[in-house]
């Protein structure tokens, strides 16, 4: 994972005009804010950017540069020549072939390139061979040998730096700056799968600026009474230019759009990230804004705006399931399993070329920022590989294909599973998570499949003090997406990403008493194997019903043709603990709200609710009271019963045995 940032301070940036000549795109259309917000004052440059600087050599501890460009543009309006700067910032974690300082810069020409991606297929390239090198010189090869006076098509030139991004098969975000034509590329893939967001709201040393980060930037601290920076996602209907003209009209340029299909090409789509309202209920509060949105938006006011279908702002790169059904009677199990066949293969080869390339274990452990609770460090667990492991049957197909694709049949897998409890809950408690229930079930099945595989479940056990501490920083790092239900999920994420936490089979250690020794897994990268453009394709291809089929029973419709190469479910409990005595009702609303540092998901004063169900938690209390006290009776009254019966029992057979003894004694005295 690398680090990339470019901060451009003094002059505005906006949108591109539309057809109206209104400095509008179609988020700004149809948003329901009424005021544009006030820009952020941050003050001196240096404070931002060594903020962002702090922050991505997290994301690259192996170097970080940064590369200021100096752009000189005549200003017409006051007759004056105006100074921009641009500072290109990266990190650097290296893991394919020598590491590579960025920003990387074609000494030939000047052009320099931020890359924070892996390149899976789409070029031919080494598997040690380094994917920002071959980059940087099939980008700088366009329009190598132009002259100063040859005339050009300026849409080819850009089509051509298009298609070059979008044959790459594999995830990235990237900056690019084109020394010759003054220009600066940015974007990242069609899924996303690299964060890359934008400020256009911030004034450094009174100047406008635009920044473009891997991540937001909070240089003033996280603080619910305060307005934080706006960050925004940058969508990924295509790429986006911004040319530094040498003569301009005023202190305002606009960045060029550039769809990945080019039948779209006019389409003014923005650079930020359109906000679909996918909730259904129809109250005031869902046509709000938020600062996690740009905007509210339906399928059918973007219809009324642009005249076409919705389908027209996305793109298709792996094609599209147009046949979504089958008609009765067409069902086929030959069909099916030539499918399930197909997806085997698909599967396998996107797991092999994410394992083809693995570097060298590393011995140590990485230096991450530690709780002031847990200031010892843990023990190293070396490994290349670990899978983020619920139990479920995603997570067992990729261990088990995982375990097919290694190298060595006895190298290291590590399982990392997470579970949520009490801070002075036993290793037990966390063990009766379901999740770590299925992942030590998951484990067994694994060890029996592979007995040479060295299989290891790293139980990561976060209490709530730890997950207090944490919430901060997945804030930062997920943010804009801070929903409480994105917390809840990057919370998961985050803890089993440190892959921190006890071995199973070593919680109980010496003369009975429990220690828990805490290791850290030495792998830190990664990849996700379902995400492979390959796979997407093939499954576009098949009918729905025989990838899924909900019509039939949970556990058998759902996941249908992954069903065919691994078993088991799934479940988790970090959102049962961060929404602690939460009322369900609030709680399956929690996709919408933002969440907060000070105000707790749930206030009992502000539920009208919260009487009547305190009211109704004391009924169902004292009807389980009066049940438990009559059960209590009324084992009271058998057990009596009981011992009446036994003690008559017991006297009626006293007459007898003290026959007996009698007899006895006479006996014996006879002899």
Known sequence: M???????????????????????????????????PTPIAIGDYYTIKNDIESRLINRGPDSIKSKLIEIKCFQKDIDKEISISMELISSVLGLRGPLTIQPLTDENNGNTLLWNGELFGG????????????????????????????????????????????????????LYWQEKKRKLWFGRDVLGRRSLL?????????????????????????????????WDEINTFGLFSIHFPKIIETNIIHFKIHPWDISNI?????????????????????????????????????????GNNIDQLHFYPFGRREKLDIEKGEWSEKVFNDYVNGFYEAISDSINVRLNNLPIASLEIPDLIRAPFLQEKPLPLVSRLGILFSGG??????????????????????????????DDSPFEEYDKVPDRKAAISGLKELQTIAPNRQWKLIKVNVGTKEMEWAKKI??????????????????????????????HGEELKGQGQQQQQRYMTTFVYPRFPYLDESLISYLNGIE???????????????????????????????????????PARITQKCGKDVFSFTTPIYDPLQDPGYEALQKQKLKQKMSLERKEKKNKEKSEKIEKKINFKNQQEKQKQQPNDDENILRKKEVKNCN
């Open 2 to 36: 690398c680090g990339i940032s470019v901060i451009i301070n003094g002059i505005k940036i906006l949108e591109p005009i539309n057809k109206n000549g209104q400095n509008k795109d179609l988020k700004e259309t149809i948003t329901t804010s009424t005021s544009t």
């Open 266 to 306: 006019n389409l003014n789509i923005g650079m930020i990230s359109l906000d679909y309202d996918n909730d259904n209920d129809n109250e005031e509060e869902s046509n709000t804004n938020t600062t996690t949105t740009t905007t509210t938006t339906t399928t059918k006011e973007i219809e009324e705006i642009e």
């Open 393 to 422: 049957l995603d997570s067992m197909v990729l261990a088990a294909m995982s375990n097919k694709h290694m190298e060595t049949p006895d190298e290291p897998i590590h399982l990392i599973n997470v579970a949520f409890g009490d």
């Open 198 to 230: 934008v400020n256009n709201e911030t004034i450094i040393n009174d100047k406008p600026s635009l920044i473009i980060s891997s991540m937001g930037s909070f240089p003033n601290g996280i603080d619910d009474s305060i307005r934080l920076p706006k």
């Open 123 to 174: 070029y031919e390239i080494g598997i040690h061979d380094n994917d920002t090198c071959l980059l940087l010189h099939l980008l700088s090869k366009i329009n190598e040998n132009e002259s100063e006076n040859q005339e050009i098509n300026e849409n080819e030139i850009e089509r051509e730096l298009i298609e070059i991004m979008l044959k790459i098969k594999g995830p990235f975000a990237f």
């Open 474 to 503: 997945v804030y930062q790092l997920s943010y804009p997406a801070i929903t409480i239900m994105d917390m809840t999920i990057c919370l998961a994420l985050w803890f089993a990403g440190r892959g921190e936490g006890i071995l």
């Open 544 to 582: 729905l019903p025989y990838i899924c089929d909900l019509s039939l029973p949970q556990g058998t419709g759902d996941k249908r043709i992954l069903r065919e190469v691994g078993p088991i479910q799934f479940g988790s409990r970090s959102s049962k603990q961060l929404n602690k005595n939460v």
